[in-house]
């Protein structure tokens, strides 16, 4: 897969340089072009959209109204599927607007209510998520004052935008810390979008609410408790992915949202048939339930690995497995295979590994298997 950063590519600084030079002809577009061809192979994408965005606010006219006027004259003309589309001869969208986005969130807080309506004109030609933040940071009322008409506007991409740009813990995005500490102020408008026709939008409140969850998780399963309540399949999948990491972590509260009680069963057995491993090969397991209920009962199980550290201690990971009805009296035997492959975003260490169970946030059993790293250093 090609790195995101060259989507920030000499050809899209080129068509950048040609629509800032046409609307602002005082710019010479190859010495614009130039400045930023010499520092952009070595850097990564968000360095790439902050050299871009940092030569053009340097050129830009210093008066808000004449910068804005050219920012908005070089985007592209509103056409389906834009935020998809490459920067062309008609104007920059997708990946080119990331840099302007920046000029604005960056430069624009003097004029409040002017810069956030750019932004959301912007966003529609890609995404103003990131760009929003400073705004909300530095006054949030007034903000929210001023975006709170985007919940109704009838392009999906200004709806999300409000939705994702307020997200406490954005990813990528500065953290609002003012809704980490009090998110009250947003769960009205998050209930107004809960329903939107647009799965784009309704994905982005689920996330939302996850990133309330990680400091609020008892705000969050009132919530869930609530807005289940009558909801059509849409609804009740946004609640389940809002509610992931909480149902990973085995939150009562929230697993009760979802009718799932304390379960009542014995674990005959959790065994590992191959105990001793090398990385690149698969773990491969089995388990056998026996329901003591009188009555069906609702079952999540999820299975936890806890991987050796380099200071030796063991971290868990939970993985999701299985969700069914376990009958009354009833007996079930499950088996799962996991590979276990180098990934980037893990490093394994050999030696002793752990495998556990977690069903209806309750855990169950822990046994060993050895690892074996390859060329370990």
Not at 8 to 23: K, Q, T
Not at 265 to 277: A, G, M, Q, V, W
């Amino acid at each position: 897969m090609e790195p995101f950063k060259n989507k920030l590519s000499p050809a899209l600084v080129s068509c950048i340089a040609n629509h800032l030079s046409r609307h602002l002809p005082s710019v010479d577009a190859t010495a614009f072009e130039n400045r930023i061809l010499s520092e952009l192979d070595q850097l990564e994408l968000k360095q790439r959209a902050q050299l871009i965005s940092d030569q053009l606010h340097a050129v830009l006219p210093s008066n808000f109204k004449r910068r804005n006027k050219i920012l908005a004259a070089m985007m592209h003309p509103k056409t389906a599927a834009l935020s998809e589309q490459e920067s062309d001869e008609h104007g920059i969208c997708g990946w080119g607007m990331m840099p302007l986005c920046m000029v604005v969130g960056q430069h624009g807080l003097s004029e409040f209510e002017a810069s956030l309506a750019l932004l959301r004109e912007m966003t529609s030609r890609f995404t103003a998520e990131f760009d929003v933040r400073p705004f909300l940071i530095a006054d949030q009322n007034k903000a929210l004052q001023i975006m709170a008409p985007w919940v109704e506007d009838p392009d999906e991409h200004v709806r999300r935008l409000f939705s994702e740009g307020t997200r406490p813990r954005l990813p990528w995005g500065q953290r609002l810390q003012a809704l980490v500490v009090d998110p009250s102020p947003m769960i009205p408008y998050l209930t107004a979008l809960r329903d939107d026709p647009s799965e784009y939008v309704r994905r982005s409140v689920a996330n939302h609410l996850n990133d309330i969850a990680k400091d609020h998780p008892d705000l969050v399963a009132d919530i869930a408790a609530d807005w289940l309540q009558g909801a059509d399949k849409n609804r009740e999948r946004l609640v389940r992915h809002a509610c992931r990491s909480l149902i990973k972590q085995g939150h009562p509260a929230t697993l009760k949202a979802f009718g799932l009680g304390p379960p009542l069963l014995e674990l005959n057995f959790l065994r590992i048939d191959s105990p001793s491993i090398e990385l690149g090969d698969s773990l491969q397991f089995e388990a056998s339930i026996s329901s003591t209920s009188n009555t069906a009962q609702s079952l999540v199980i999820d299975y936890l690995l806890h991987f050796k550290k380099a200071n030796g201690s063991l971290s868990a990971k939970v993985f999701k497995w299985k969700k069914f009805e376990l009958a009354d009296s009833e007996t079930i035997k499950l088996q799962k295979k996991h590979a276990l492959r180098a990934v980037t975003t893990r490093r394994y260490y050999s030696g002793q590994q752990q495998l556990s169970l977690r069903i209806n946030g309750q855990d169950f059993a822990l046994e060993s298997f050895d690892l074996k790293v390859p060329d370990e250093k």
